[in-house]
């Protein structure tokens, strides 16, 4: 089992994502991503938030919004439980990544980008400012998105 944060810092209509490109055996190889990481001993879901995202962007945060919780099932790789995050405020200068290239990507254009298809599904909940806190179950098999569950709910798969 692991835990992680998943940020995305939100400016213009645009995210900050990651392509990750840099890592060797990365399961995200190629895929863009918010801005995150695995949990350190003894940290909050927000300790480890802050720090990925001063580690990976050079910024400090100073406004967030705690936005849900969810939990990969993988035939591949162990649990995880991902904190999601949306950042809408910040100080400091933006540094270049060790894990990949980051870029402001437009909010219309996120879904044309290679990413995991359950990341699509909570991208929407993010972008619309009046879903609560929500816990999504995302299941696969390999790279297939065999099943997803938002708040105890299945949803269709598309």
Same mark, same amino acid.
């Given at each position: ?26 399961? =995200?190889?190629?895929?863009? $991503? ?18 990925? /995202? ?7 945060? %100073? &406004?967030?919004?705690?936005?849900? $919780? ?8 162990? %649990? ?22 980051? &870029?402001? $990507? ?14 699509? $599904?909570?991208?929407?909940? /993010? &972008? =619309? ?18 099943? &997803? ?7 269709? /798969?598309?």
């Amino acid at each position: 089992m692991k835990m992680t944060t998943l940020c995305y810092l939100e400016k213009d209509g645009k995210y900050l994502m990651l392509h990750r490109t840099k890592k060797e055996n990365d399961e =995200n190889r190629d895929k863009w $991503i918010g801005v995150g990481g695995k949990f350190e001993d003894r940290e909050s879901p927000e300790d480890c938030m802050r720090r990925e /995202i001063l580690e990976e962007t050079g910024l400090t945060v %100073t &406004a967030f919004q705690y936005r849900g $919780i969810v939990t990969f099932v993988s035939d591949r790789y162990p %649990t995880e439980y991902m904190h999601l995050f949306t950042v809408t405020d910040w100080e400091g200068v933006e540094k270049e990544c060790d894990e990949g290239e980051l &870029a402001w $990507i437009e909010k219309e254009r996120l879904l044309t980008l290679p990413m995991w298809v359950g990341d699509r $599904i909570f991208l929407e909940l /993010i &972008a =619309n400012a009046a879903t609560p806190f929500f816990s999504l179950k995302l299941t696969y098999l390999g790279d297939t998105l065999t099943e &997803a569950v938002l708040d105890g709910e299945t949803l269709a /798969i598309s």
